[in-house]
T-cell receptor, first 113, second 117 residues
């Protein structure tokens, strides 16, 4: 059974800092890995999707990496801003499992002005 | 292009009642997945529908059921509600989710917040 863990569970940083969020998964037979953002009481917004054959994806100040063999992914946020404050979730899709995603518990990020 | 819409947004029910939630995917998307989000268990997969057929099912009791219509809109039903069913129910849509579409992103709706008293 796939298990996804995110560390840390919460993080508070001053504005402008670069930061790294971590995600680990137990089953390396993944289809893809996605990073989402969730604002309080809201749905999820997709940030980055990495296919199983890829090593990283970039979008603006965000960079996500994937190391399937070690079961790890990181989300790097450069020059953090107060608007980045949210919960960040990683989710993995398994081969032959359609669109079913297994989510980590999330990292709650607070960026202080 | 309109996003994923879910109705109703908020719902209050009492134990023992049943509830039906609705999800309209992005136009052209044929796959709809449902998730339950609670503070204790996080986000958990309920089921996925594709072309009116249930393609995958999570580990939830039979009180949770769903269906998909020919226009890809989906409904989920929870019968005999329990206090522990209080949660944010999210649906997500994507084009197909097949091996040929490995770049697909799932798009989530705003959710339906269900409170069971």
């Amino acid at each position: 059974k796939q298990e996804v863990t995110q560390i840390p569970a919460a993080l508070s940083v001053p504005e402008g800092e670069n930061l790294v969020l971590n995600c680990s998964f137990t089953d390396s037979a993944i289809y893809n890995l996605q990073w989402f953002r969730q604002d309080p009481g809201k749905g999820l917004t997709s940030l980055l999707l990495i296919q199983s054959s890829q090593r990283e994806q970039t979008s603006g100040r965000l960079n996500a990496s994937l190391d399937k063999s070690s079961g790890r992914s990181t989300l790097y946020i450069a020059a953090s801003q107060p608007g980045d404050s949210a919960t960040y979730l990683c989710a993995v899709g398994l081969n032959n499992a359609g669109n079913m995603l297994t989510f980590g518990g999330g990292t709650r990020l607070m960026v202080k002005p | 292009k309109a996003g994923v819409t879910q109705t109703p947004r908020y719902l209050i029910k009492t134990r023992g009642q049943q509830v039906t939630l609705s999800c309209s995917p992005i136009s052209g998307h044929r796959s709809v997945s449902w998730y339950q989000q609670t503070p204790g268990q996080g986000l958990q997969f309920l089921f996925e529908y594709f072309s009116e057929t249930q393609r995958n099912k999570g580990n939830f009791p039979g009180r949770f059921s769903g269906r998909q219509f020919s226009n890809s809109r989906s409904e989920m039903n929870v019968s005999t509600l329990e206090l522990g069913d209080s949660a944010l129910y999210l649906c997500a849509s994507s084009l197909t989710g097949t091996e040929r579409h490995r770049q697909e992103t799932q798009y989530f709706g705003p959710g339906t917040r269900l409170l069971v008293l």
